[in-house]
């Protein structure tokens, strides 16, 4: 506990707390800095931005409700780990919102660091084991993690619903942008893709989604813009 | 949708997505609310208290990490099931902090009666199946229950531990009151009981836990009392 940032170093443990368990503990309380972390969504339920521990509960209590749905056989408890873990790097690395250019440009660069300084603090198997989840998400090969990435591209989507547009208002947002996040969902779940499908269509038709479908990149159009059946 | 309370019931949803998939849909945005849930628990990472998904997300992590320290074997998916899912009921119950004594007097109570009113509104199979989740959750007859009461009960004094005592120091907490806590964590995993004791007798060294061991009630001390051996 060297580096005075961390959680545990403000109060280490007491010696009768052996040294593995202390060691899962400290990840524990450092990991509790993902609950001050922003997301660029809105909440439904109130007038602030989630962030990334409520967002990962949200998507573990939707793999619970909605594996019915994926398009392959899923083992659902290893669905909800990954999602449980799959925004811990962002501790260190922070949100890169989706509508935002600038933030994803190095946004690969700044987790693999992140993931390099925040899983060494477990024990190695547990370190070795996070760290695999965490790039089993990101590659999304597996039938798992595309459903969890379906979950994580949908969310967002629904507290849109409810907030008029919510992230789809951002200046870096445009349809094709965010028909390229429900195409994450479609390739998780052709079902949960269809319904987000149905939720941007409305969303267009109400003024809430900026561009015209088919257009390569964003056009600021007023007001709701026609779109093709 | 027709209590307008309701945050599906501010938007429906397109006729485009069936009933089954938009009472899903519907249901986990009305769990949105669980963000806004205030618990007594500070965090350690920020001058804020926690919210019950944000507590409910720690808990799922911490059954990820800690499972090994189960007493008896227990299926991992159903135990971050069982937590992810725990605190649903308080979206219309409320928080019922452990050292406030009136707020747990109909707890139970209110928890049946928001139950009664969140479930049903998923289709009838997950009412059911989630209303079953929930009261195997509160017996804590499974070992799966037992270990998810278990990490419920030593999640808060991991953030207390950061916090110079945080609930403990509350008015109606006591060493006693404490101590039943700790028993909660030792019944599903004696241990992490045994670590968990081992902060609670360093908090009443720093005076931050009211009332000497063994005695019936809470007494107002002030500063550190002597500990027996």
Do not use: C
């Not at 202390?22 to 993902?34: G, I, M, R, V």
């Not at 083992?75 to 994803?104: C, F, K, N």
Request: proline residues 7%; negative net charge.
């Amino acid at each position: 506990m060297e580096d005075p940032d961390l959680i545990p170093a403000r109060n280490p443990f007491p010696a009768g707390i052996d040294e593995r368990l202390s060691a899962q503990l400290a990840f524990l309380a450092e990991a509790d800095k993902l609950k001050t972390i922003l997301r660029a969504s809105p909440l439904a339920a109130a007038d602030r931005r989630e962030n990334d521990a409520e967002h990962s509960w949200h998507l573990a209590l939707m793999v619970a409700l909605l594996a019915e749905y994926a398009d392959e056989p899923i083992d659902i408890g290893h669905t909800v780990t990954l999602v449980v873990v799959h925004d811990l790097v962002e501790i260190y690395a922070g949100d890169s919102p989706v509508y935002d250019a600038a933030s994803r440009l190095d946004q690969r660069e700044r987790e693999e660091a992140a993931a390099d300084r925040l899983f060494p603090m477990l024990p190695d198997d547990q370190a070795r084991e996070l760290r695999a989840l965490w790039e089993e998400f990101e590659a999304g090969e597996t039938p798992e993690s595309r459903f969890a990435k379906a979950v994580d591209r949908l969310e967002p989507m629904l507290l849109n619903w409810f907030n008029e547009g919510g992230t789809w208002r951002m200046p870096g947002a445009s349809l094709d942008k965010v028909r390229a996040r429900a195409a994450g969902v479609t390739a998780g779940s052709s079902t949960l893709g269809a319904a987000t499908e149905a939720l941007i269509d409305e969303g267009v038709q109400r003024g809430w989604v900026r561009g015209v479908p088919g257009a390569d990149s964003a056009e600021d159009v007023e007001g709701a813009p026609r779109v093709e059946p």
